[in-house]
């Protein structure tokens, strides 16, 4: 008798199961990526909570970032010794800069169709042409999506990473470090001064990725932008900025300003500077670690930030980068010129405030010719100055 062996019956030929299984797959890979793309658009309220708990609990990224104008190979000198600091405090860390030549292309890559699915994002970065502005934005969009640590290019390590979090503090139960820059909360009605005179640092921080208060801030800046070209009457590409609109719009005050909402929501209570005015340590806020000015901003000459000296200090900024106020100029005095230049001190401010005051009093003819008998007096001054010598007795 011949044994017959069973053979399952298929309900579909080989070619129908292979075609089958590769729809199968398609099928679930579209519904996957349809759901997850297109939730950025549905509604004008987006909810980033569960991209807190998701990384609750992990340690920060070891990565630092900088951006500038060419890659680290031609950095001049000056840049280099600066950026390096980095790299030797940090040996274990990965290091990387982004520059003119391939922002465009990581915000594309990052945001575009196969990233996170922001047209917005990405129109809006390509239509920017200040480089200060592309600057501040592409820091916060780096940060969301990588994490680790931001330096801006002319910021010097003084001491590893890890003294970031100091030892009273568990590093999981913390999504961003940031430093104190600006604590002179007695300037906040100055018509000029009050807006920047409470800040946190940006020119160093560190985060965890996806941080819902990058992400709204990246907003708040899209925001910020369409309505100013609304504003203006013009399209981004040709917005006209002075300081207090860059320092507003994407610096340190509008860095701030994102940070202390995200800390009332994750609070469920009013935060303000009040919170962190002269802070003698470093305090935890809605999962925010907020160090001491000397931190990140030690050596200003104001808000009591020491030196460079302290044990505190964490890094030092050497400013020789920070040239875009020229192209963005603080409000200057005819006369008495920007009030900036007193360096926050109560003094000098009050009586750059009772000069200007009494001039705007003055009827327009004596401005005009007040005007005329500074300038005069400024040229006649040039003339007096002495040529400069020459370097090494003439060779």
């Known amino acids: 008798m011949v044994e017959k062996k069973f053979v399952p019956i298929s309900l579909f030929p080989k070619r129908a199961r292979r075609f089958t299984h590769g729809t199968l797959a398609t099928l679930f890979l579209f519904i996957y990526f349809f759901v997850t793309r297109t939730s950025h658009h549905i ?57 003119d030549q391939n922002d465009l292309q990581y915000v594309e890559t990052n945001f575009g169709p196969l990233g996170e699915n922001r047209p917005d994002i990405v129109e809006t970065y390509r239509s920017l042409t200040a480089p200060i502005i592309k600057a501040d934005l592409l820091r916060y969009l780096v940060m969301y999506i990588e994490g680790g640590v931001y330096a801006d290019i002319d910021v010097e390590a003084l001491r590893p990473v890890e003294r970031f979090v100091p030892s009273t503090h568990d590093e999981r139960d913390i999504g961003m470090v940031i430093g104190v820059e600006i604590d002179e909360p007695h300037f906040s009605d100055h018509p000029i001064l009050g807006q920047k005179s409470q800040s946190f640092c940006q020119w160093t921080f560190m985060c965890k990725p996806r941080q819902p208060v990058m992400m709204r801030l ?60 002269d802070i003698p340590e470093s305090k935890v806020v809605g999962g925010f670690l907020v160090l001491t000015v000397e931190a990140f901003a030690a050596g200003q000459g104001h808000s009591d930030s020491g030196t460079h000296n302290s044990r505190n200090a964490l890094v030092k900024h050497h400013y020789h980068a920070s040239e875009w106020p020229k192209r963005h100029p603080r409000f200057y005095h005819p006369i008495f010129g920007e009030v900036e230049k007193c360096n926050w001190n109560v003094d000098c401010v009050k009586k750059w405030d009772e000069e200007t005051t009494a001039f705007a009093a003055l009827p327009q003819e004596e401005q005009e010719r007040q005007i005329a008998t500074f300038k005069a007096i400024e040229e006649a001054l040039k003339k007096m100055e002495p040529p400069p010598q020459p370097a090494f007795g003439g060779f």
């Open 218 to 277: 990246v907003e708040n800046i899209l925001h910020w932008l369409n309505e100013l070209s609304i504003k203006q009457g013009k399209p981004i590409s040709e917005l006209q900025l002075d300081f207090d609109d860059v320092i507003t719009g994407t610096g340190p005050s509008a860095f701030t300003s994102a940070i202390l909402s995200e800390m009332s929501r994750a609070t469920g209570k009013t935060v303000t500077w009040d919170t962190f005015h």
């Open 43 to 99: 509604g004008e309220t987006r909810s980033y909570s569960t991209q807190v708990t998701a990384h609750a609990g992990e340690t920060f990224p070891r990565k630092i970032w900088q951006i500038w104008k060419v890659n680290p190979l031609e950095f001049d000198g000056r840049d280099i010794e600066v950026a390096r600091s980095w790299t030797v405090k940090n040996p274990g860390y990965r290091y990387e800069v982004l520059t």
